[in-house]
């Protein structure tokens, strides 16, 4: 089946800092979006991004399907960003997401 | 809107109990699904749902059961707990199989 790696798999910043977290895929996908769990555990949908980039505030994503990986920019850091951020993806005639391992992000004050 | 809703939030089971958890969705989303979420692995997928009458097996289908009545209900059967269970059991649900997923609170199970 498709792999989908995540990097860096934690991931350490000062409040206000900038970073850049990373998705890569196995195979040619119709279907990319990025998630955010917080330290209460809820699942939130940032982007649906198969191709192209998106921003929303300070976030924004760029997926390259030709090259197979898709970033996450995150700007301009806060503490409520901590938690746990997930990258899936869907292959062509799979009706299902896979999910990455997840990259730890925590933002200390 | 509710969004996507499961209960109970907390549940523990002794070896061998049955039980289920509930999912209901109020955006007429036709495509809905159960994940697990176990440390250090991210989120399986448990089975899945395509439209009412409709289900499939995902990546670890084994110990769970499913069936999708209606397009609002998608709830997991447990039919022996088994310590192997103990997990963060979540449901998803979209309008369909390719679009933007939206997920439930998510049950925190503990088998013993």
């Known amino acids: 089946g498709i792999q989908v790696e995540q990097s860096p798999p934690d991931l350490i910043l000062q409040e206000g800092a900038n970073s850049t977290l990373r998705c890569n895929f196995s195979?040619?996908?119709?279907?990319l979006q990025w998630f955010h769990q917080n330290p209460w555990g809820q699942l939130i949908n940032l982007f649906y991004?198969?191709?192209g980039t998106k921003q929303n505030g300070r976030l924004s994503a760029t997926t390259v399907a030709t090259e197979r990986y898709s970033l996450l920019y995150i700007s301009s850091s806060q503490t409520t960003d901590s938690g746990v951020y997930f990258c899936?993806?869907?292959?062509?005639?799979?009706?299902?997401?896979?999910f990455g391992q997840g990259t730890r992000l925590t933002i200390n004050p | 809107n509710a969004g996507v809703t499961q209960t109970p939030k907390f549940q523990v089971l002794k070896t061998g109990q049955s039980m289920t958890l509930q999912c209901a969705q109020d955006?007429?989303?036709?495509?809905m699904s159960w994940y697990r979420q176990d440390p250090g692995m991210g989120l399986r997928l448990i089975h899945y749902?395509?439209?009412?009458?409709?289900?499939d097996q995902g990546e670890v289908p084994n110990g769970y059961n499913v069936s999708r009545s209606t397009t609002e209900d998608f709830p997991l059967r447990l039919l022996s707990a088994a310590p192997s269970q103990t997990s963060v059991y979540f449901c998803?649900?979209?309008?369909?199989?390719?679009?933007?997923?939206?997920f439930g609170q998510g049950t925190r199970l503990t088998v013993v």
């Open positions: 195979d040619s996908v119709n279907n």
């Open positions: 998803a649900s979209s309008y369909s199989w390719h679009t933007e997923a939206f």
């Open positions: 991004i198969p191709s």
């Open positions: 749902s395509v439209g009412a009458g409709i289900t």
């Open positions: 899936a993806v869907q292959i062509q005639g799979a009706q299902k997401l896979v």
């Open positions: 955006m007429n989303h036709e495509y």
